[in-house]
């Protein structure tokens, strides 16, 4: 039960989003199939995943570096034999050569092919990954379903807060009762106006609303934002600061005073343990938000949840960053506090299985065979075609 072969291809995103960093006009994903020797009803059991949303095609890096190396592994390193999968093996055959720091160049590229490789194992194994992860890391336990909230309110040309009520209300009527908006990217005062519309639209609960200001808030205005924001009593305020500014991110909290998070541009454990050490975050009252495709894998999300257990912090504190099926399947495996959606923001690549129902913000774990990308209609085509 061998890899055969690994492709990529960089698929556009096509949106006009923006948030108070930045515009995703120009984004594009990699979309990796890792071929298998297994062969079901006549064609090869193939291993899918794509690098999330937010960072860059990376497929020149998987090309010269990480999939040679994965090809040329011993094979006991690299099996995709259930019984024996080795995900650490995996991780540090694609490791080999890389000196320590700079793992933003390399983590989105070897943890997009290591998400592929969980769901070639996992569909060997005719199981859902959400159960193969969990045998590996939670002692074979997993809920039977998981809370997600919608990433939304977002920023687009011409966008008004009429236009922002009708999205939140869209997701209000799929299901959802979490609802995050975008904020910095506009004058605090329009920020406040539509957070205003979108909490009279929650019925008033502002815990039913969280925003993310996506490290765009320039430095000499976190404090002004900490202040006029605080007395809403929001959910989470997310990503204040540079997300290597420890010291920025500590004085945020020390002036907002309520739940933060952060973590989603964080790609080694040696950031996050960096963040916790010196970022002033709360066990039980913050949340870290790593997008684990792009932070080395499912394998590195164990071993970051290892490391933050030392520091006092549970899985149910940590939220990934990535509102698609992988991030689903990893939050169940792993037993945290929930996952996200973007409904409508990313095309093919937002969202979740066809037939998955949202009820009241919960979403069922399902009985689908590997990450279950094929059980989405309008994605699996595109996977298909990279590995034709």
């Known amino acids: 039960m061998r890899i055969v072969e690994v492709r990529e291809k960089a698929v556009p995103l096509k949106t006009n989003l923006r948030n108070a960093a930045f515009a995703f006009d120009e984004m594009t994903t990699s979309i ?12 090869p059991v193939i291993g899918y995943a794509f690098n999330s949303t937010g960072r860059y095609a990376c497929g020149a890096q998987m090309r010269a570096r990480f999939i040679p190396r994965l090809m040329k592994a011993a094979p006991e ?15 540090a055959a694609m490791m ?29 194994a005719d199981v859902p990954a959400y159960k193969l992860i969990a045998d590996h890391y939670s002692d074979g336990k997993y809920p039977q379903r998981m809370f997600c909230y919608v990433g939304g309110g977002w920023y687009a040309p011409g966008k008004t807060v009429g236009d922002l009520e009708d999205e939140v209300q869209r997701y209000l009527d799929m299901g959802y009762t979490l609802i995050k908006v975008k904020v910095g990217g506009a004058p605090i005062a329009e920020d406040l106006a539509r957070l205003e519309a979108v ?41 204040a600061a540079h997300p290597v500014d420890y010291e920025g991110n500590a004085a945020f909290i020390a002036d907002y ?40 894998g499912i394998a590195a999300a164990a071993r970051n949840l290892g490391m933050l257990a030392e520091h006092g912090w549970k899985p149910a504190s940590v939220l990934p960053h990535g509102g698609n099926q992988m991030s689903l399947n990893q939050a169940i495996g792993l037993g945290l506090g929930m996952c996200e959606a973007y409904p409508g923001a990313f095309g093919v690549f937002a969202g979740y299985c066809d037939d998955l129902v949202v009820e009241d913000g919960w979403l069922k774990a399902g009985d689908w065979a590997g990450m279950g990308f094929e059980r989405q209609s309008a994605l699996i085509p595109l996977m298909h075609d990279i590995a034709a």
């Open 199 to 239: 909490i009279k639209l929650m019925g008033g609960d502002a815990k039913r609303v969280a925003v993310d200001a996506n490290c765009g808030i320039p430095p000499d205005k976190r404090s002004v934002y900490a202040k006029a924001l605080k007395p809403l009593g929001l959910r989470w305020f997310e990503e």
């Open 32 to 43: 990796v199939a890792v071929i298998t020797d297994v062969v079901r009803a006549g064609k």
């Open 257 to 296: 005073g309520n739940a933060v998070a952060t973590g989603e541009n964080l790609f080694a454990m040696e950031d996050i343990r960096n963040l916790v050490r010196h970022g002033g975050m709360r066990p039980a009252l913050d949340i870290v938000q790593t997008d684990i495709p792009q932070s080395y």
């Open 77 to 91: 390193d690299v099996t995709l034999d259930p019984a024996a999968f080795k995900p650490e093996a995996v991780l």
């Open 96 to 124: 080999t050569g890389e000196k320590p720091g700079g793992d933003g160049e390399r983590s989105v590229g070897i943890g997009t092919i290591e998400c592929a490789i969980w769901d070639a194992v996992a569909k060997i």
